[in-house]
């Protein structure tokens, strides 16, 4: 349907536009952390990425307008709410350094965008957004986009510079989080009728989690001041785990795919 179009271009382009607010909010922590990234290593002007975000910007607020014209006004005020929202985020609610101090409160704030996008949504679709269905669409939408915020890094050789769940939490804290965030989507999606749909994908995201972090995390030995001499022989490496992270990142990925497109596709099943 042409809905779906529309509102589905709406979400990639605020997308988008989140990802790019993101690397230039982080652009002199990432000279540190990720020196690979695009604008560290100067492939994009930061003057460049700025003006991108304005003008992004400016083309969100003509697509409500659009929307608004073209299907009725509360269609277009939800999406302009959708793109404010996302502006609040681009500058730290106001109280950046004061959240930096709480990164679960942070991290809570910025996924509030779910259920706005769920107010986006219903209202398009033609769904009162204060009914329960709105609701548990947004704890879905939420439940798959923070559980992937916290698994998306879960390298523990991050600097606490990089401010993860992980490196500030410690393992077990994280999986906590995590856990309560799928439970609150596996109790959403029992409600939509979408649980043989996404429980199996909940199960493993859990899963996988909990033996990751059962694997210790080798050190590398520690090295002398003076070095090692001449004729010494180099300490055997301890066995790496550094790479085991990675394939439970690729679950978190397929996790929060699944949450936001398995309501979609659930109803093009046939009962």
């Known amino acids: 349907p042409i809905k779906f179009l529309y509102g589905t271009l709406g979400q990639l382009v605020l997308l988008f536009l989140i990802r790019l607010m993101d690397e230039v909010k982080d652009f002199e922590k990432d000279k540190v952390v990720h020196p ?47 793109v404010g929202f996302v502006v609040l985020m681009y500058f730290e609610f106001f109280a950046g350094e004061w959240l930096e101090e709480m990164p679960l409160l942070y991290g809570l704030l910025h996924q509030f965008a779910i259920f706005i996008a769920a107010i986006f949504i219903c209202t398009l679709g033609g769904i009162p957004w204060f009914s329960m269905k709105g609701v548990l669409l947004g704890c879905l939408g939420f439940s798959g986009f923070f559980t992937f915020e916290v698994c998306r890094k879960l390298d ?21 989080i995590t856990m309560v965030t799928v439970l609150l989507g596996s109790v959403s999606a029992f409600f939509l009728h979408l649980q043989w749909l996404l429980w199996p994908i ?7 989690l909990f033996i990751l972090f059962l694997i210790p995390v080798s050190k590398p030995p520690p090295r002398g001041r003076g070095g090692a001499g001449a004729g010494s022989k180099p300490a055997a490496a301890a066995p790496s785990s550094s790479k085991a992270h990675k394939p439970v990142e690729a679950i978190a990925v397929v996790h929060v795919l699944a949450h936001l497109w398995m309501p979609y596709l659930s109803t093009l099943i046939p009962s």
């Open 36 to 82: 690979e990234r695009p604008l560290p290593r100067g492939l994009i002007r930061y003057d460049e990425a700025v003006t991108v975000i304005h003008v992004t910007l400016l083309g969100c607020v003509a697509y409500s307008l659009f929307l608004g014209w073209l299907y009725r006004w509360m269609v277009g005020a939800t999406f302009a709410l959708q």
């Open 156 to 176: 523990p050789t991050y600097p606490k510079l990089k401010g993860t769940y992980l490196v500030i939490y410690g393992k077990w804290k994280t999986y906590v």
């Open 202 to 208: 909940q199960a493993l995201m859990l899963t996988s």
